[in-house]
T-cell receptor, first 112, second 113 residues
Framework: DAGVIQSPRHEVTEMGQEVTLRCKPI?????LFWYRQTMMRGLELLIY????????DSGMPEDRFSAKMPNASFSTLKIQPSEPRDSAVYFC??????????FGEGSRLTVL | SQELEQSPQSLIVQEGKNLTINCTSS?????LYWYKQKYGEGLIFLMM?????EEKSHEKITAKLDEKKQQSSLHITASQPSHAGIYLC?????????????FGQGTELSVKP
């Protein structure tokens, strides 16, 4: 069975550019989560969706960040404009029946 | 808000030795999840604990949740190089199942052959 699929795995961009990260959750999972991981702050929840509806976006850093889930099998996290402090690994996860999260391999973002 | 504190932050052990990683919460845990992460990769789900006093084992890894449901431990018996990585505990801060998980800062484990 396919796990959570994220793309791209690596992204290097220049400050001010738009970045779009993509995620395909595990089929049948109704909740999707976006996390950001850095050495300084660890793993932080940015936003999560239940049945494609955003439930809690209190972790989204600022208006430059936005997330959408147009259908049950696809979500995007967009940063516009990007800044060097956005450099991190961004993880997408979907939730199993016992509350456990299944994570993708992550998208490593470097903003120069 | 609930916080999870892991100890130690890092650990270096000789292959074959036992070790324990702790995860302490400021509030009651309604679900405690252990994950392992290798550098540059995603988090791999290991085990979930929900009931006070619960204990689960998988191969050489045992996880326990104390009766008060505020502390969990992860014990590895006869460690191997394949156990090396970052171990993170995660918890559901709400009583109803199905919410977001918050995570500890992680414990980095190195196993010397």
């Amino acid at each position: 069975d396919a796990g959570v699929i994220q793309s791209p795995r690596h992204e290097v961009t220049e400050m001010g550019q738009e970045v779009t990260l993509r995620c395909k959750p595990i089929s049948g999972h109704n909740s999707l989560f976006w996390y950001r991981q850095t050495m300084m702050r660890g793993l932080e929840l940015l936003i999560y969706f239940n049945n494609n509806v955003p439930i809690d976006d209190s972790g989204m850093p600022e208006d430059r960040f936005s997330a959408k889930m147009p259908n049950a099998s696809f979500s995007t996290l967009k940063i516009q404009p990007s800044e060097p402090r956005d450099s991190a690994v961004y993880f997408c996860a979907s939730r199993g029946q016992y509350g456990e999260l299944f994570f993708g391999e992550g998208s490593r973002l470097t903003v120069l | 808000s609930q916080e999870l504190e892991q100890s130690p932050q890092s650990l270096i052990v000789q292959e074959g030795k036992n070790l324990t990683i702790n995860c302490t919460s400021s509030k009651t845990l309604y679900g405690l999840y252990w994950y392992k992460q290798k550098y540059g990769e995603g988090l791999i789900f290991l085990m979930m604990l929900q009931k006070g006093g619960e204990e689960k084992s998988h191969e050489k890894i045992t996880a326990k949740l104390d009766e008060k449901k505020q502390q969990s431990s992860l014990h590895i018996t006869a460690s191997q190089p394949s156990h090396a990585g970052i171990y993170l505990c995660g918890a559901d801060p709400r009583a109803n199942q199905g919410g977001k998980l918050i995570f500890g800062q992680g414990t980095e484990l190195s196993v010397k052959p």
